[in-house]
């Protein structure tokens, strides 16, 4: 249980040191563009290696495909909401536009945020110890994040101190999903755990496909495709144990 509030407010803090250096340090938007891109790649491996993989049961196939599907389905879904309220250009650092809403950029960040520290806590009843993969995912994924929309936010007027009040609840919410995710789903048969690890896996893949590819692209040109690459073969070398 304490490690399971101990790693997702590691993976939580990610968000509060993205906004401090987006509000306090000029960081170019190319660079955020490199990180995000790498995050993607990160990621990509996580559900790939970590989530999808490992299935021991004939019968966790049907299971953890069934649970990809409805875990892309509903984040899409969801996606879709956020976004016809502007939370779309919640990873955007650009000036303000229209109908753009920094309280729908604050949602939408907690939409991303806050299933992924869910992801940690499962990932401890697994193979009870954590998944470095998936916290190193989260961890990168969250710095740009939390970087490109608190920029974004202080450019729709929030002050410097309502954002990092903002952020500072989401990092106590992500630090507590975590313990949420392990405390729920410690109990489930290893059936049910597989569909979990598909959601989570399709949540993920849905989310990286919808807004943090495109932003990385746009913000760091084509590079951004070796560097995604070099994430996943991150993800890869630490799944497979080889250091």
Same mark, same amino acid.
């Given at each position: ?12 803090? %990610?968000? $509060? ?18 990180? &995000?891109?790498? +995050?993607?790649?990160?990621? @990509? ?6 989530? $999808?993989?490992?299935?021991?049961? !004939? ?13 892309? %389905? ?12 502007? +939370? ?5 650092? /650009? ?23 869910? @992801? ?25 994040? %939390? ?6 936010? !202080? /450019? ?5 101190? /309502? ?12 630090? $507590? ?17 597989? &569909? ?15 807004? &943090? &590819? ?10 951004? +495709? ?6 996943? $073969? ?10």
């Amino acid at each position: 249980m304490v490690e399971a509030l101990f790693w997702g407010a590691i993976a939580g803090g %990610a968000l $509060l040191l993205g906004a401090v250096v987006g509000l306090f340090v000029p960081i170019p938007r190319k660079i955020t563009g490199f990180i &995000m891109a790498f +995050g993607t790649g990160v990621l @990509i491996g996580a559900a790939s290696f970590e989530l $999808l993989g490992n299935i021991e049961d !004939q019968a966790g196939y049907s299971f953890v495909i069934f649970g990809f599907l409805i875990g892309a %389905a509903l984040f899409t879904g969801l996606e879709f909401v956020i976004s016809s309220k502007g +939370g779309k250009e919640r990873k955007l650092s /650009k000036e303000k536009s229209e109908g753009h809403s920094g309280m729908a950029i604050f949602i939408g960040s907690i939409m991303d945020s806050i299933p992924e520290s869910v @992801i940690i806590g499962v990932s401890l009843i697994k193979s009870n110890t954590v998944s470095w993969v998936i916290v190193l995912a989260i961890f990168i994924s969250n710095i740009p994040e %939390a970087l490109s929309s608190s920029v974004g936010l !202080q /450019k729709d007027g929030y002050s410097r101190k /309502k954002i990092l009040f903002l952020w500072t609840i989401v990092f106590i919410l992500t630090t $507590l999903s975590s313990l949420f995710g392990f405390m729920v789903f410690k109990e489930l048969d290893e059936l049910y755990m597989y &569909m979990v690890s598909g959601l989570a896996a399709g949540g993920i893949i849905a989310m990286v496909a919808s807004t &943090m &590819m495109p932003e990385a692209f746009e913000e760091g040109g084509p590079i951004v +495709g070796l560097l995604s690459a070099l994430g996943l $073969l991150c993800s890869y070398v630490l799944s497979s144990g080889i250091l």
